[in-house]
Structure formats: structure tokens, C-alpha cells
DNA sequence: TTGAACTTTCAAAAGATATTGAAACATTTT
DNA sequence: AAAATGTTTCAATATCTTTTGAAAGTTCAA
């Protein structure tokens, strides 16, 4: 396998990753291409290099700037707006963990909190099971709220070790 | 709030928590509705609490079962076939884990260890950033699987897990 | 073996999501 | 201030995914 063929096919599997997590394709596409690129790169590059539109282009790098993901840059004596990537996986897990707790684990929490006022007979036997499964499933939300700010909070790889012993 | 309203909601917020990470929205309202119940539902039962079609609830009751999230059960004397959830929610994590792992971390990691392989000039400069990027994230991929799998062997409940740390 | 009860399949339709590209907007150079 | 260069928006279009429901398939009691 030779580089372009090799890039090609990173893309294209850090594109339906992507799509499996509920990333936009070209999203991650974009992502995938910027990080393998070590200059940074203009809006009609990434065009070529993908096949895209323009307003596909410049929707889906402004998303991955409001993601912390990539970063826009000026090259002196230059018009056009270059883009690079983070290159630290590492810190890059940690961007995407933020937002993803921010958009999915927070307002869940929140609809858990007010499930648990759900008023009812308290005898009542789907009450029971009801308030049983809410309870459990906060108790769990909560304890996956504190790891993932931890991940998000480390600067290191200490991470890991530690959540080996909370499993543990 | 009361009963059928709260359900309505958890089912509601489950559904769309599960399409964000792409497992059908459908899907995701089964399970939440099975979580909640105490008892086995038939698939008339479900589809007359969600709304949706035979078709639809024959093939994401089917998935929830591959998956190990749903139980097939027969009651002596019906003709029916009913279903009920796996209640346990840290169970129901490693479930979730052990599938996603399967269908997402495995092939990647399969992806990158034949890029590493990639043919080029060592001294071009793409080839060198190209090279860096995929090791860096095998490196990563290495150790999630490693966490992963570390999760997915953890029989313990998350109950005693979290009392453990209530008395430390 | 038949028919009733129930389950599964799958092609067509609906619905959701992503993409394009031309026009509007903004900025810099001449 | 006009032209050139570059960016953003958004309605129309294309694509992808899910759902439906009727028909086919299966199982089992009589």
C-alpha cells in the first residue's frame, strides 16, 4: 500500500466511525484528512482532496473549530484562512469527551432528576419498578459524570491506571 | 409528573440519547420501555404502547436480544413469546460496551495495523507526519481496547462499587 | 392435515439528514 | 470605489435510514 492509497483509507474509516457515533461523515472526513496533514491546509484544498462542496466544507471545519477540534490559522501575506488540526490523540479524546458530555450526558441528567419526582402510589407495582430503574440508572449517570471529568480534567495518561482501579 | 407522563418522557429522552449514538431511535424506545417494566411485555404490548408497526418491533426486539440486552421469555400455557430487559445497569453498560467494541474498536484496530505497513520515501514529509499520526493512534486505540476489555470482564456491580467508595 | 395463532420478511413509502451550488456578504487590493 | 479574492448562507436536491403493513412462513393443538 503506498501513502495515497494508505490516506485514503484512513479517511474513509475515520469517516463511518465517525457516522457510528453520530459525527457527521464529512465531519470526520475533514477531521481525519487535517490530522494526517502536517501544514495546514485552505477550504479548497480540503474541496479537492474530498470531492466536496464548499458550503460542505466550510459547515463541517466550522464544527469541528466549535468542538475545539481544529484551528483556524493566518498565514502572513496570505487571504486565505488555513486550518490545522490537533495532533495529541490524547487531547484530542479529550475535546470530544467534553463535548459529548455536554451535549448528551448533561441534559440527560437533568431529565433524570425530574423523572424522580414522578409522583403515584408509592404500592403501586409499576411505581415500584419505575422509581427502582431511575434511581439505579442516576446512581450509574452520576458515577459516569465523575469519569468522564476526570478524563476531561487529566492532562496525562494517568487516566487510565486510575480507571483500571475504580473498575477494579 | 405523574406515571404514564414520566414514562412517556424516559422512553422519549432514552430513544434519542440511543440515535445520537447510533442505535435506532426505535430501538432505543423498546429497551427503555422493557427497563421500566416489570414484567415481560408481548410484542402486542409494545406495539401498542409505542405505536409502531409489527414489522418494526419484530426487528429491534431481534436486535435487542443480539445484543443481550433483551431475554426471550415463554409463559407455560401461552402461545406468546414475551420479553424483558436485563434490569442490571452496569450489566447493561458492558453489554453495550462489549458490542460496541466489537463492531467499532476491533476493525479499526485491524484498519491501523495495516497502515502502519504503508510504502513510501521515509525522508518525505507527509509520509513521516502519516506514519506518526496512525502510531500515535494505534497507541491510543491500544490502550482503549485494553480499558475496554478491563470493563467489559468486570462482573461486579457498579453497586458495590460505589458503596465501596462510600465507606473509604 | 388443517386452521388458528403468532412471527418474520421485505418492497414500497415516509422521514430524517447531508450536500450542493449559486447568491449574498465581507474583506483586501489596486 | 471598483475589482478581486475569499467566506458564509440557505433553499433545493440528493442520499441514506427507518417504518409500515401485507404476505409468507412457522408452530402447534385438535
New binding site residues.
Given amino acids: 500500500m503506498n501513502l495515497p492509497e494508505a490516506k485514503a483509507q484512513f479517511i474513509q474509516t475515520w469517516g463511518s466511525l465517525g457516522?457510528q457515533w453520530g459525527i457527521?461523515?464529512?465531519m470526520a472526513q475533514i477531521h481525519a484528512l487535517l490530522l494526517i496533514m502536517p501544514d495546514p491546509l485552505?477550504?479548497?484544498d480540503i474541496m479537492e482532496q474530498l470531492?466536496?462542496?464548499?458550503?460542505?466544507t466550510?459547515?463541517?471545519v466550522?464544527e469541528l473549530i466549535n468542538w475545539g477540534l481544529v484551528e483556524r490559522i493566518l498565514i502572513p501575506g496570505?487571504?486565505?484562512?488555513y486550518f490545522v488540526a490537533e495532533k495529541d490523540i490524547w487531547k484530542v479524546a479529550t475535546y470530544i469527551a467534553r463535548e459529548r458530555k455536554k451535549r448528551e450526558l448533561d441534559p440527560i441528567m437533568k431529565v433524570l432528576q425530574q423523572l424522580q419526582q414522578a409522583e403515584g402510589d408509592p404500592k403501586d407495582k409499576e411505581m415500584k419498578a419505575f422509581k427502582d430503574s431511575i434511581s439505579n440508572i442516576t446512581k450509574f449517570a452520576q458515577q459516569t459524570d465523575k469519569t468522564i471529568s476526570a478524563f476531561i480534567k487529566s492532562e496525562e495518561s494517568w487516566f487510565y491506571s486510575s480507571l483500571l482501579k475504580l473498575i477494579k
Same sequence: chains 1, 2.
Avoid: L
Wanted: net charge positive; aromatic share 0%.
Fill in positions: 457516522a457527521n461523515r464529512t485552505s477550504a479548497d470531492n466536496i462542496s464548499r458550503g460542505n466550510n459547515m463541517n466550522r496570505e487571504r486565505k484562512e
